[in-house]
Nanobody, 130 residues
Framework: QVHLVESGGGSVQAGESLRLSCAVS????????MGWFRQAPGKEREGVAS???????GYADSVKGRFTISQDNAKNTMYLQMNALKPEDTAMYYC????????????????????????WGQGTQVTVSS
């Protein structure tokens, strides 16, 4: 059974940093996509960043240059380093896994839509105040 557990959220001031972690267990797929998503109150869940089994990454335009996704396969953990945080980054952050990815269309890519992901963590809250 696959379990994803997020940690590392908190309340910070604008401009500060946080690192989120996603501990994964029971996930034995050799090829996959993993992603970070976020959902603010009253808004749809949106993709933030993705990483595939080969380490290729993708980012939403709103976080490019500020957020970095990474993974430590030895620790079965995925990370999201968030720098220069803004109040608009405030949301519940979720990690998710898609065992069908990555997908191919001239190049390999991971989905940034929630519908493509089968497994989800419970979320960790990030609050950024101005």
């Amino acid at each position: 059974q696959v379990h994803l557990v997020e940690s590392g959220g908190g309340s910070v001031q604008a401009g500060e940093s946080l690192r989120l972690s996603c501990a994964v267990s029971g996930y034995t797929y050799s090829s996959y996509c993993m992603g970070w998503f976020r959902q603010a109150p009253g808004k749809e869940r949106e993709g933030v960043a993705s990483i595939d089994s080969d380490g290729s990454t993708g980012y939403a335009d709103s976080v490019k240059g500020r957020f970095t996704i990474s993974q430590d396969n030895a620790k079965n953990t995925m990370y999201l380093q968030m720098n220069a945080l803004k109040p608009e980054d405030t949301a519940m952050y979720y990690c998710a896994a898609d065992p069908e990815g990555p997908y191919y269309s001239g190049d390999y890519y991971c989905l940034h839509t929630p519908l493509g992901y089968n497994y989800w963590g419970q979320g960790t809250q990030v609050t950024v105040s101005s």
